[in-house]
């Protein structure tokens, strides 16, 4: 487990993390590092953009697509949001079918660190006129880089389309 990634997301979403039950992970074959830290730390109750993560383990739930199985962690309010098995990739699923929509991170804890630069840079985006609300984007894409490049590498993905969204105003 990454340990300085997994102190910055304790430092920053704190008491509001909950731990997952051990009993309700156990069958499913996630990277361990991915399981100790939903068993240690867990989800944030209000991580932001419209995200609700299952802190429930009775909530969680197998999504299966041919060989490939994803943990469903919760809910952006239009997709299902998904772990994949062996890898710890996180994907946007859709609730039709279970076939990935659009990548979002490498992994669980580069999401939650990249949920914690949206939160952190929220409040300036609200007040930001749309050229600096276009500066804040560019160096949370910068950041998003520097963490997790794959998460913007292309237009179609999650983040890259949440950003597109925050520039025009929308989020």
Same mark, same amino acid.
């Given at each position: 487990?990454?340990?300085? /990634?997994?102190?910055?997301?304790?430092?920053?979403?704190?008491? &509001?993390?909950?731990?997952? &039950?051990?009993?309700?992970?156990?069958?499913?074959?996630?990277?361990?590092?991915?399981?100790?830290?939903?068993? &240690?730390?867990?989800?944030?109750?209000?991580?932001?953009?419209?995200?609700?993560?299952?802190?429930?383990?009775?909530?969680?739930?197998?999504?299966?697509?041919?060989?490939?199985?994803?943990?469903?962690?919760?809910?952006?309010?239009?997709?299902?949001?998904?772990?994949?098995?062996?890898?710890?990739?996180?994907?946007?699923?859709?609730?039709?079918?279970?076939?990935?929509?659009?990548?979002?991170?490498?992994?669980?804890?580069?999401?939650?660190?990249?949920?914690?630069?949206?939160?952190?840079?929220?409040?300036?985006?609200?007040?930001? &006129?749309?050229?600096?609300?276009?500066?804040?984007?560019?160096?949370?894409?910068?950041?998003?880089?520097? /963490?997790?490049?794959?998460?913007?590498?292309?237009?179609?993905?999650?983040?890259?389309?949440?950003?597109?969204?925050?520039?025009?105003?929308? /989020?």
């Amino acid at each position: 487990m990454d340990t300085t /990634l997994t102190n910055r997301i304790v430092a920053f979403f704190g008491s &509001s993390l909950v731990p997952v &039950s051990s009993a309700s992970l156990d069958h499913f074959a996630l990277p361990e590092d991915v399981k100790r830290f939903l068993k &240690s730390y867990g989800l944030p109750l209000e991580p932001g953009l419209l995200i609700h993560f299952y802190a429930d383990a009775s909530e969680l739930e197998d999504c299966i697509d041919g060989q490939t199985h994803f943990l469903i962690i919760g809910d952006d309010y239009g997709t299902r949001l998904g772990i994949k098995e062996q890898t710890g990739e996180v994907l946007s699923l859709s609730y039709r079918t279970p076939r990935p929509i659009r990548f979002i991170n490498s992994s669980l804890l580069a999401m939650l660190v990249f949920l914690q630069i949206y939160k952190e840079n929220q409040p300036a985006l609200v007040q930001a &006129s749309d050229e600096e609300a276009a500066e804040i984007v560019d160096r949370m894409r910068e950041d998003f880089q520097a /963490l997790d490049a794959r998460a913007v590498d292309s237009p179609d993905n999650w983040w890259s389309t949440i950003l597109e969204q925050i520039r025009d105003g929308l /989020l």
